[in-house]
């Protein structure tokens, strides 16, 4: 199997789960793109740094691996490793740093305004308004009856897009 195919064999069952929990195609291109941009980081840099060759700097974010080969990325800072959580952590092996965050030039006033009208994945954002009202118990419609709940999916899914389209159309600018 080359490595390409290894890579794809990989990749190929997170993206099904991804689909299932609805995400789109240009969610699981973009998780793609980012996972073969990985890789070839992943290549460029094969074992990362050993902790006894060399530390990252203070107050900083990497990537690391512990002696049980987990993967995480943890904060180095005066000489201690913590997870993201703040919990001390101290059987890293081999660290690496993360990518630079891509660069974003400058823009004023009405531009940004524009740019993020352009840029918000709409349908993306309605998953996400619909799901955080599913999850609210007062937008929940269910039933008692001889102490058994009924939980009514079809009422409950349609109020929750319903919330989420007129949330968005207010966002966009639009009068409900």
Same mark, same amino acid.
């Not at 794809?8 to 998780?31: F, Q, V, W």
């Not at 290549?43 to 990362?48: C, S």
């Not at 309605?126 to 009202?133: C, L, Q, S, W, Y």
């Given at each position: ?47 990362? %740094?050993? $902790?006894?060759? +060399? ?9 690391? /691996?512990? =002696?049980?080969? *987990? ?41 940004? %305004?524009? $740019?993020?009208? +352009? ?9 996400? /308004?619909? =799901?955080?009202? *599913? ?42």
């Amino acid at each position: 199997m080359t490595r390409d195919e290894r890579i794809n064999s990989a990749l190929l069952p997170i993206l099904e789960k991804m689909r299932e929990h609805g995400a789109t195609d240009e969610m699981c291109k973009m998780y793609d793109n980012g996972f073969h941009v990985g890789a070839m980081w992943a290549d460029a840099h094969p074992h990362g %740094i050993s $902790v006894e060759d +060399e530390l990252p700097k203070d107050d900083v974010y990497v990537a690391t /691996i512990d =002696k049980f080969g *987990l993967q995480e990325v943890r904060y180095y800072f005066r000489g201690k490793w913590y997870s993201s959580f703040g919990n001390e952590y101290g059987s890293i092996t081999h660290w690496m740093p993360l990518p630079q965050p891509p660069k974003r030039k400058a823009m004023k006033g009405n531009d940004k %305004i524009k $740019v993020v009208k +352009e840029t918000i994945d709409w349908e993306m954002r309605r998953f996400e /308004i619909a =799901k955080a009202v *599913l999850s609210n118990p007062a937008f929940i419609r269910t039933d008692e009856y001889e102490g058994i709940s009924a939980f009514h999916v079809d009422y409950s899914v349609k109020t929750a897009i319903k919330v989420a389209d007129t949330l968005i159309k207010k966002l966009k600018g639009g009068e409900e």
